[in-house]
């Protein structure tokens, strides 16, 4: 528990309980040796009263002879010299011998014990053998003791001890022995108990009596201090220092009571003036000196609580609790000032500093003093408070005896130095020795300038270096700040600017921004002073527009600028760039107009909105934002501008505390494919990152450094906003800008930067991105037909559109549009045009002049500015082709290029488009515009031939495949060439008939001819069609030109179906007789000779036919041959008949079979299909015969499609085979078609089918 | 009673300080910014037992010759401060305590309004009118 080495210097522990020795001296000083050493040798457990815990105590005794002087007198209450234990020692085995003399002898002893009412005591009983051998007469055991017991301890037999042989090495004697230390032990701790308890008790009753008015605080501090002590010399320092506590808090409480007005009279001692301030002392256990002046009542308070806190301080080092004191130690300093305070003490100024100063550094020599380094080290969290307190109290010392200031202290400073240190009186003998006492430093330091400053130096050095070690940097900065304060005062402003800059960067990081302020404008003055110009007009600025100070002040720093500003330069670099937000505070940027887009040269506004941050108006010589230009690039990843609202602004965002996490700000971001434009890529970007994905510090770095404001530099943008001569005014401005806008691409602002004089203030990037584009374009035309679909045949609106785009229509500028046959300008002459400008608004109209020549349609164009819009209606017609599938060659008329107006049969609609295409000149290029236009032609017309027997009638169809419905009238067909004698005999009844869409309309011919019938007809169909809403005078024609091939009959098929001889009817599975006769009906001339092979046999020229019968309804089964060839004589109305075996199949009205005709090339005959002269040719003939029959109703759509396969191509080329050739329509006339039979049921009636369809 | 409340964010910016009027405003704003380093360091929990983790009171920060600087931390590190007069000697360990959880309710009821950005300075006039009662009460 104690070091051995520390016991010397410790006054009490030289005190030990005391235990009074009466009887044989001889015999007790014998025994003295062993005793004392074993007495200590084992705990005993101390059990206590009022609860307390017990304890294990080790006893230690101050065996002391017998006298009646060391019994307490009534009413002495000392227990340091209180015997607690009387021993009476006798070795007496001789019972006349006891008899004679030692009994006397004890009851002296007892009665002067009894005298003073002590009950603490004990016989001892020395038992030897030795004696015992030289008297055996006597009876051996137990005589001496038992008649002791006897005669005094009645009841209390413990109170007689025997101790047998002592001094012998025995086993006997070592047990003797401990149960004697025990009983000695026992009896030492009861009485403890029980004069500790009266004494507490006594204490008790005295500190009861406080309220009374004779009570004295000093002597109740004696009492319990005696308590005190007797428990620090039992070692049971936890119950020293409890009574030091208590005492300290009930003085704590008449000090807090007084205050509160309830003043104890006792207390008026202390309340004397404070004359002596020379600090704690504790280097001795105890201040006897102070206790003496406790004792006689006439302490101050400052001794009372140095020697208080002396025994605490010793005590709790006891208790190895050093950091506890440091702790105390500091809350003493505290309390003690404000008590004075309290009590209304008078102090000399600067005495309790210099109290302070003193003890603090006793304190943390103390703590040196019993501590290694390295705890110190891990431990400076308990004593830098008490460093930085003596750092405070030195810096008033130095402050009060004008130490601090330049010139060093005047006569005034140096009496109060004297009077001050004639407080401290003389040092102290302990550490008259050291060179390093608080008392020689205090004295030094107050000695000189030079001294003090070193003195300061080294403790605020100290304190900073521990506060740094334990990572408290912000109390580290404030004392550095205060050095710096330090050094400003001693006119040494380098030495201070590093430590503001420090503690500054603390306040900044943390956005304190009291602390900023006012630390900033120490930086200010320090600056100044060292004429950092930069800096301090930086410093300047962000003080000119700091809120936290007064008007006037900001004033003044801002007039430091402008009178800056307004000095000519005298060095080569005369600008001083400065931070511009400390000068203004962007708010907001519109854009005029909002979309931001503007074409080249136009007008493009930016408004600027910003706050002015200086006290007083600023003329500014120049805002201007320089702009960085990026050419327009297409297929490069294009930005849509994320921060510009829809409405054309920018917000900046306000200035946050800078540990505010940022927003987060996306951006879309799309990528064009360079060749085509085509979207490849879109995304969402963030686009500040780096900002976001920070590592976040729970608790920010204080080291996080700050923006130096010197790394502003103006890049000189090739392009510039400008505005000059722009004043400021405190507050909301607002700047308006025009943009420049020469070339098309992406402006994107940069830079902004405020220039007053030599002054700039840069922003050096603003931020949000600010972006606006120019754009340039080309004129363009556009016509589009003003319906959804333009239709041909009928005057229609086309919408003209001309986007000037960069250039601008002059007078005299006309369209010219070569003229087309088939597609004319039909212009009237309220045709206006309307000029738009490029927001969509109408600026003006004005009638256009359309003039036609025979080429070329030319449309004088208004004036009209660039980037404007001028749109007109004009009226077209495109001629329906009369035939479609003609294909004109026509040459433009105006003869640049040649091109056809091409009309391709589309059927997808339905309906036939034509595409016309219009040749433009505009005045603002060399080269044609060739515009598009598709008509639909709103008809659809089919024309069939049709015979009865030699009769032949032409039907036109005409489908309205249109919309729209139509009326149509003068529906006629014409011969084109004008045949003689042939006439086309209409037999339509109606003249007038409305076709609605989708419907048709059918009219028929009777084609009659006298003498030879015509090879072939050119037709023309023609009608007058508007729609059906429309007056009669917007009748249009319509034209549809055909032609007829093969007009007249050749051949004439009759056929009979008989039934089986005997047989009346025909039956089911019975055999029939079918009879073919074919007839020629006319002789070939020569037209048709061409078309028909002809073989001479026998001199009769015959031409070979080949016939079929087929059934494809199944009605009829073809028994035996079904075809045949035959030969035909080329001659009138000659006849081949044929029969065959058929049998009917089912019963009822049968129709009859298909019987087909066709030519008859035999294979020696050319293969070679001879070509067409007539255009007509090439699509009809050659066609698969199957094919030709099915698709015969639909001849007119078969040519013009023209891509039935031949036959011919068909079948290999080379090899020789005879060949089918089918008839044209109308050259062979069936007469079988559409005949019936009637075929009864078969005879046996027992088989009834029934077709149920 | 208390001369000076203050409640600082996570981040250690302040989000509302006061003082009373008649002592320099600068010197509690220094006083409480310092007393942060304090904070920090019981905070970090150097020696806190696992038992004493939900306690939000962290006592008296530091003392100074006029002063007591008492500190408190929320769960979600937005700390305040206290600091009361050396010779106001009739508040115990218990008053500064209630002051606290006083002052914790009120800022709960500030962040629970839907219009208050959190790490905004508070500028809400009930909370104000709750630190206004700690300062003037009992003085």
Known sequence: METHEEKPIIYTMENKPIVTCAGDQNLFTALYSSLTQQLPREPMEWRRSYGRAPKMIYLEANFVQFKEELLPKEGNKALLTFPFLHIYWTDCCDTEVYKASVKEDMQRWQGVLRLHGSVDWLIVVVESDNKKKNKTNILPRTSIVDKIRNDFCNKQSDRCVALSDPLKESSRSQESWSSFLTKLRTLLLMSFTRNLGRFEDEMRTLREKRTEPGWSFCDYFMVQEELAFVF????????????????????????????????????????????????????RPIDMEKRDLIQRGEASLLDLRSYLFSRQCTLLIFLQRPWEVTARALELLHNCVQELRLLEVSVVSGALDCWVFLSCLEV??????CCDRSQLEANFSHTVGLWTYATEKLKSLGDLCGLVSENGPNSEDLNKTVDLLAGLGAERPETANSLQSPYKKLKEALSSVEAFEKHYLELSHAAMEMYRAIGRLRSARLVGKSLAEFYMRKGDPQSAENFLLDSLKSYVSESWSLPLTHTRRQIAECQKQLQKMDEY???????????????????????????????????????VALSMSSFTQLHELRFRPASALVHVGAVLQLELHLCSLMPVPVRVEQLA??????????????????????????????????????????????????????????????????????????????????????????????QMLKAHDVTLLPGNNSIVFTAPSQKPGTYTLRQLCATVGRVQFVLPHIYPVVQYEVYSQEPQLTIQPLTENLLAGLPQQVKFTILTGHYRVKKGDALQLSNTDSMPVLHSSTCTARILSSTGELVGESALSIQSSEKVTSISLPLTPPYHTLEFLLDVLCHIPSSPARVESEHLTNGQISHRARSRARFNSGMAVIDQKVSVDCPWSIYSTLVSLTFHVPFKVKHSLLSAGRRKFIQVCLQNVSDTNFKLTNQTLAENQHTPSLELLSLNTKTHSVVFSQQCVFSVWELQWSGMPPVSLQCV?????????APDSALKPYSYEFAVERVSTLYSVRAEIRPAAGEQHCRTGTLCRLEVSLTRLTEPNDADRSDEEFSETEGLRTSRLMYEVIDNHSNWAVCGKSSGVVSMPVAAMATHKVQMEIMPLFAGQLPFPNIRVFKYLPHHASVVIQPDTDSCLENDSLSVLDKALEDQADTASLRSRGSVQSLGEQQP?????????????????????GRQVLVLPGTDHHVLEVNVT | MAVCIAVIAKENYPLYIRSVPTQGELKFHYTVHTSLDVVEEKISGVGKALGDQRELYLGLLYPTEDYKVYGYVTNSKVKFVIVVDSS????????????FRKLHNSFTDVMCNPFYNPGDPIQSKAFDSIVSAMMVQAC
Request: glycine share 6%; with cysteine.
């Open chain 1, 232 to 283: 620090e010399m039992l070692q049971q320092f936890e119950d020293a220092l409890v009574q030091y506590d208590e005492l300290d808090a009930l003085f704590t409480q008449y000090v807090l009571n007084f205050g509160a007005g309830d003043g104890a009279n006792w207390l008026g001692s202390f309340c004397q003036p404070v004359r002596s301030w020379n600090g704690l002392l504790l280097r």
């Open chain 1, 364 to 369: 943390l020599h103390r703590i040196e003093g």
């Open chain 1, 537 to 575: 007009l930086q410093t300047s600025a962000l003080l000119a527009s700091d809120a936290n100070l007064s008007d006037e002040e900001r004033k003044h720093f801002c007039q430091e600028i402008l009178t800056f500003a307004s000095q000519t330069a005298e060095s080569e670099d005369p600008r």
């Open chain 1, 625 to 718: 934002a320089s702009v960085h230009f990026a050419g327009e690039q297409p297929g490069t990843t294009a930005q849509k501008r994320a921060a510009q609202n829809p409405d054309g602004t920018v917000t900046f965002p306000a200035a946050s505390p800078v540990s505010a996490s940022p927003a987060l700000e996306l951006c879309e971001i799309q990528e064009h494919s360079p060749s085509d434009n085509a979207l490849n890529t879109a995304g969402v970007v963030c686009k500040n990152m780096h900002l976001l994905m920070r590592r976040h510090d729970s608790t920010t770095s204080l080291d996080t450094p700050i923006t130096a404001p010197s790394a502003l530099a103006m890049d000189d943008g090739a």
């Open chain 1, 1021 to 1029: 169909f023609s009608a007058s069609f508007a729609p059906a809403d």
């Open chain 1, 1213 to 1233: 080329r080379g090899v020789p085979m005879p060949k089918r050739q089918a008839f044209g329509p109308g050259q062979v006339f069936n007469g079988t078609q």
């Open chain 2, 88 to 99: 106001n000697t009739s508040l115990r360990d218990n008053e500064i305590r209630s002051m």
